[in-house]
Protein backbone atom coordinates (compact mmCIF):
# COMPACT_ATOMS: atom_id res chain seq x y z
CA UNK A 1 0.00 0.00 0.00
CA UNK A 2 1.60 3.44 -1.03
CA UNK A 3 1.88 6.09 1.29
CA UNK A 4 -0.68 7.98 0.34
CA UNK A 5 -3.12 5.33 0.46
CA UNK A 6 -2.18 5.23 4.42
CA UNK A 7 -2.51 9.35 4.79
CA UNK A 8 -5.68 8.59 2.54
CA UNK A 9 -7.08 6.00 5.56
CA UNK A 10 -6.19 7.78 8.36
CA UNK A 11 -7.94 11.04 7.15
CA UNK A 12 -10.80 9.10 6.43
CA UNK A 13 -10.73 8.01 10.27
CA UNK A 14 -10.00 11.34 11.58
CA UNK A 15 -13.09 12.45 9.50
CA UNK A 16 -15.09 10.14 11.76
CA UNK A 17 -13.74 11.32 14.75
CA UNK A 18 -14.40 14.78 13.79
CA UNK A 19 -18.28 14.36 12.91
CA UNK A 20 -18.79 11.99 15.71
CA UNK A 21 -17.27 14.62 17.96
CA UNK A 22 -19.30 17.55 16.25
CA UNK A 23 -22.98 15.29 16.37
CA UNK A 24 -21.90 15.10 20.52
CA UNK A 25 -21.40 18.68 20.28
CA UNK A 26 -24.39 19.48 18.67
CA UNK A 27 -26.62 17.30 21.01
CA UNK A 28 -24.33 19.12 24.26
CA UNK A 29 -24.99 22.77 23.26
CA UNK A 30 -28.83 21.67 22.15
CA UNK A 31 -29.65 20.17 25.51
CA UNK A 32 -28.04 22.96 27.20
CA UNK A 33 -29.95 26.00 25.52
CA UNK A 34 -26.94 27.33 23.64
CA UNK A 35 -27.71 28.19 20.49
CA UNK A 36 -24.58 30.24 19.99
CA UNK A 37 -22.68 26.59 20.45
CA UNK A 38 -25.35 25.12 18.19
CA UNK A 39 -24.33 27.68 15.58
CA UNK A 40 -20.51 27.11 16.07
CA UNK A 41 -21.46 23.74 15.29
CA UNK A 42 -22.50 24.66 12.07
CA UNK A 43 -19.40 26.70 11.51
CA UNK A 44 -17.27 23.17 12.18
CA UNK A 45 -19.09 21.74 9.15
CA UNK A 46 -17.59 24.77 6.31
CA UNK A 47 -14.20 23.83 8.84
CA UNK A 48 -14.10 20.31 7.74
CA UNK A 49 -14.86 20.31 4.19
CA UNK A 50 -12.79 24.08 3.14
CA UNK A 51 -9.82 22.34 2.54
CA UNK A 52 -10.88 20.04 0.01
CA UNK A 53 -13.20 22.46 -1.44
CA UNK A 54 -10.81 24.50 -2.17
CA UNK A 55 -8.72 21.59 -3.54
CA UNK A 56 -11.34 20.31 -5.67
CA UNK A 57 -11.95 23.66 -6.77
CA UNK A 58 -8.75 24.59 -8.22
CA UNK A 59 -9.05 21.50 -9.05
CA UNK A 60 -5.70 20.54 -7.45
CA UNK A 61 -4.56 17.03 -6.65
CA UNK A 62 -4.91 16.05 -2.84
CA UNK A 63 -2.62 16.71 -0.90
CA UNK A 64 -3.31 14.48 2.14
CA UNK A 65 -0.92 15.72 4.47
CA UNK A 66 -2.59 19.07 4.06
CA UNK A 67 -5.82 17.29 4.62
CA UNK A 68 -4.80 15.62 7.94
CA UNK A 69 -3.30 18.85 9.23
CA UNK A 70 -6.22 20.66 8.30
CA UNK A 71 -8.56 18.31 9.68
CA UNK A 72 -6.56 17.79 12.93
CA UNK A 73 -6.48 21.67 12.89
CA UNK A 74 -10.16 22.41 13.03
CA UNK A 75 -11.16 19.25 15.47
CA UNK A 76 -9.41 21.33 17.58
CA UNK A 77 -9.88 25.21 17.19
CA UNK A 78 -13.59 24.65 15.76
CA UNK A 79 -14.82 21.57 17.34
CA UNK A 80 -13.39 21.49 20.59
CA UNK A 81 -12.35 25.35 20.74
CA UNK A 82 -15.30 26.81 19.31
CA UNK A 83 -18.52 24.18 20.27
CA UNK A 84 -16.78 22.46 23.44
CA UNK A 85 -15.09 25.40 25.48
CA UNK A 86 -11.84 24.50 24.94
CA UNK A 87 -11.24 28.42 23.89
CA UNK A 88 -11.47 28.64 28.06
CA UNK A 89 -8.62 26.60 28.69
CA UNK A 90 -5.67 28.99 29.67
CA UNK A 91 -3.19 29.44 26.26
CA UNK A 92 -5.50 27.23 24.26
CA UNK A 93 -5.95 30.52 21.79
CA UNK A 94 -2.35 31.60 21.88
CA UNK A 95 -1.18 27.28 21.17
CA UNK A 96 -3.68 27.60 17.75
CA UNK A 97 -2.64 30.92 16.70
CA UNK A 98 1.17 30.20 16.88
CA UNK A 99 0.65 26.72 15.34
CA UNK A 100 -1.00 28.79 12.30
CA UNK A 101 1.76 30.79 12.12
CA UNK A 102 3.36 27.48 10.86
CA UNK A 103 0.66 26.13 8.91
CA UNK A 104 -0.03 29.31 6.84
CA UNK A 105 3.41 29.60 6.02
CA UNK A 106 3.33 26.51 4.51
CA UNK A 107 0.07 27.64 2.38
CA UNK A 108 2.50 30.78 1.71
CA UNK A 109 5.25 28.73 -0.06
CA UNK A 110 2.58 26.75 -1.80
CA UNK A 111 1.41 29.48 -3.09
CA UNK A 112 4.57 31.09 -4.17
CA UNK A 113 5.59 27.91 -6.02
CA UNK A 114 1.81 28.62 -7.77
CA UNK A 115 2.52 31.81 -8.98
CA UNK A 116 6.16 32.14 -10.14
CA UNK A 117 5.44 28.27 -11.46
CA UNK A 118 9.02 27.21 -10.25
CA UNK A 119 10.24 25.66 -6.79
CA UNK A 120 14.02 26.73 -7.13
CA UNK A 121 15.26 29.66 -5.38
CA UNK A 122 18.84 30.46 -6.49
CA UNK A 123 19.75 34.11 -6.28
CA UNK A 124 19.89 35.92 -3.27
CA UNK A 125 17.67 38.52 -4.72
CA UNK A 126 14.63 35.98 -5.33
CA UNK A 127 15.64 34.35 -1.75
CA UNK A 128 14.69 37.86 -0.60
CA UNK A 129 11.81 38.06 -1.93
CA UNK A 130 10.46 34.38 -1.19
CA UNK A 131 11.30 35.18 2.90
CA UNK A 132 9.26 38.85 2.56
CA UNK A 133 6.55 37.23 0.54
CA UNK A 134 5.57 34.26 2.54
CA UNK A 135 5.84 36.08 6.01
CA UNK A 136 3.72 38.73 4.50
CA UNK A 137 0.98 36.52 3.29
CA UNK A 138 1.20 34.63 6.59
CA UNK A 139 0.84 38.18 8.88
CA UNK A 140 -2.27 38.45 6.23
CA UNK A 141 -4.05 35.49 6.95
CA UNK A 142 -3.97 35.95 10.62
CA UNK A 143 -5.08 39.74 10.05
CA UNK A 144 -7.95 38.53 7.88
CA UNK A 145 -8.60 35.62 10.61
CA UNK A 146 -8.89 38.46 12.94
CA UNK A 147 -11.26 40.21 10.80
CA UNK A 148 -13.23 37.16 10.00
CA UNK A 149 -13.43 37.03 13.98
CA UNK A 150 -14.08 40.78 14.30
CA UNK A 151 -17.51 40.26 11.87
CA UNK A 152 -18.60 37.41 14.09
CA UNK A 153 -19.24 39.85 16.58
CA UNK A 154 -20.28 42.62 15.23
CA UNK A 155 -22.81 40.41 12.75
CA UNK A 156 -23.73 37.39 15.63
CA UNK A 157 -22.58 38.99 18.40
CA UNK A 158 -20.09 36.18 19.27
CA UNK A 159 -17.06 37.97 20.84
CA UNK A 160 -14.41 35.69 19.79
CA UNK A 161 -11.68 38.57 19.61
CA UNK A 162 -12.29 38.95 24.03
CA UNK A 163 -13.44 42.94 22.89
CA UNK A 164 -15.29 43.54 26.25
CA UNK A 165 -12.79 42.39 28.16
CA UNK A 166 -9.28 42.74 26.56
CA UNK A 167 -9.88 45.63 23.86
CA UNK A 168 -7.38 44.61 21.10
CA UNK A 169 -5.10 43.07 23.35
CA UNK A 170 -6.23 39.61 22.14
CA UNK A 171 -6.04 40.73 18.05
CA UNK A 172 -2.69 42.23 18.78
CA UNK A 173 -1.54 39.01 20.52
CA UNK A 174 -3.12 36.13 17.95
CA UNK A 175 -1.26 38.01 15.08
CA UNK A 176 2.00 38.44 17.35
CA UNK A 177 1.44 34.61 17.81
CA UNK A 178 1.38 33.77 13.93
CA UNK A 179 4.14 36.10 12.93
CA UNK A 180 6.69 34.61 15.53
CA UNK A 181 6.05 30.86 14.52
CA UNK A 182 6.11 32.13 10.79
CA UNK A 183 10.08 34.04 11.45
CA UNK A 184 10.97 30.86 13.60
CA UNK A 185 10.14 28.44 10.47
CA UNK A 186 11.95 31.00 7.99
CA UNK A 187 14.79 30.62 10.28
CA UNK A 188 14.71 26.88 10.00
CA UNK A 189 14.00 26.99 6.17
CA UNK A 190 16.91 29.52 5.82
CA UNK A 191 19.33 26.33 7.88
CA UNK A 192 17.75 23.64 6.66
CA UNK A 193 15.76 23.21 3.10
CA UNK A 194 14.67 19.83 4.32
CA UNK A 195 11.40 19.80 6.95
CA UNK A 196 8.13 18.25 6.90
CA UNK A 197 6.88 21.93 5.78
CA UNK A 198 8.84 22.43 2.85
CA UNK A 199 8.25 18.65 1.96
CA UNK A 200 4.62 19.43 1.87
CA UNK A 201 5.09 22.00 0.08
CA UNK A 202 7.24 20.36 -2.18
CA UNK A 203 4.98 17.73 -3.11
CA UNK A 204 2.49 20.21 -3.84
CA UNK A 205 4.46 21.65 -6.71
CA UNK A 206 5.80 18.25 -7.79
CA UNK A 207 1.36 17.38 -8.29
CA UNK A 208 -0.14 20.82 -9.12
CA UNK A 209 2.55 23.10 -10.14
CA UNK A 210 5.09 21.03 -11.88
CA UNK A 211 4.76 20.91 -15.81
CA UNK A 212 4.96 17.79 -17.09
CA UNK A 213 7.45 17.04 -20.07
Known sequence: MSNDNILKRIWYVFNGIYVVTLFYSVFVNYTQGDM?????????????VMVPLIFKIFHFKPIYEIYLIATTFAYIASVWGSTLGGYGLKGFDKFLHFSSGFLMLTVAIMLYYLLSSHNEIKTKQEKRVFYVF????????????????????????????NHYTQGVHDSMTDMLCATIAGLLLTIWIMKSRSNFFMNTAQKFYELNVKKKP
Open 134 to 161: INAVNMAIALCWEFFEYAMLIFFNNDAI
Open 36 to 48: NGVFMCAVAVLTL
